[in-house]
């Protein structure tokens, strides 16, 4: 099946979303997401996921420290799926610069979170992209 980039981030994202209510195995995520049609599912998608919570530890530290008036426990769930993609991309995904996968979250949040969440995400992201270390083309 053939999705655009931004199909395939919101699709990973609903998947990581869901997933922060109950902890089911990824595989059974994929197959409901199948079953139901209501995610689009392709190995881009599998691959986004998988590698989300592969890197799960280190992404929250990550977004620890650019939160630091939030505890994790306090960040939405929305806004931490979303959190967890976008730097997941920025750091891993060789073709995803850092500015695209901010935007792409921002925009992602703008559909599925309210407008303070969306500059909460930018703001912390932002934050991340200015730090040491992170290249624009990482």
Same mark, same amino acid.
């Given at each position: 099946?053939?999705?655009?980039?931004?199909?395939?981030?919101?699709?990973?994202?609903?998947?990581?979303?869901?997933?922060?209510?109950?902890?089911?195995? #990824?595989?059974?995520?994929?197959?409901? *997401? +199948?079953? @139901? &049609? $209501?995610? =689009?599912? %392709?190995?881009?998608?599998?691959?986004? /996921?998988?590698?989300?919570?592969?890197?799960?530890?280190?992404?929250?530290?990550?977004?620890?420290?650019?939160?630091?008036?939030?505890?994790?426990?306090?960040?939405?769930?929305?806004?931490?799926?979303? #959190?967890?993609?976008?730097?997941?991309? *920025? +750091?891993? @995904? &060789? $073709?995803? =610069?850092? %500015?695209?996968?901010?935007?792409?979250? /921002?925009?992602?949040?703008?559909?599925?979170?309210?407008?303070?969440?969306?500059?909460?995400?930018?703001?912390?992201?932002?934050?991340?992209?200015?730090?040491?270390?992170?290249?624009?083309?990482?």
């Amino acid at each position: 099946m053939k999705l655009s980039r931004r199909n395939i981030r919101e699709s990973a994202f609903l998947i990581i979303f869901e997933r922060s209510f109950e902890n089911y195995e #990824l595989d059974e995520l994929f197959d409901i *997401a +199948k079953e @139901s &049609e $209501n995610i =689009p599912i %392709n190995d881009e998608v599998i691959k986004i /996921v998988t590698g989300v919570y592969e890197h799960l530890d280190e992404l929250d530290n990550i977004i620890s420290q650019y939160s630091r008036k939030r505890s994790l426990e306090r960040i939405p769930k929305v806004n931490l799926s979303l #959190l967890r993609l976008a730097i997941y991309e *920025a +750091k891993y @995904s &060789e $073709n995803v =610069p850092v %500015n695209v996968a901010i935007s792409e979250a /921002v925009a992602i949040a703008q559909k599925y979170a309210f407008e303070t969440d969306a500059k909460f995400i930018n703001g912390a992201l932002g934050a991340y992209s200015r730090s040491e270390g992170v290249s624009q083309n990482a």
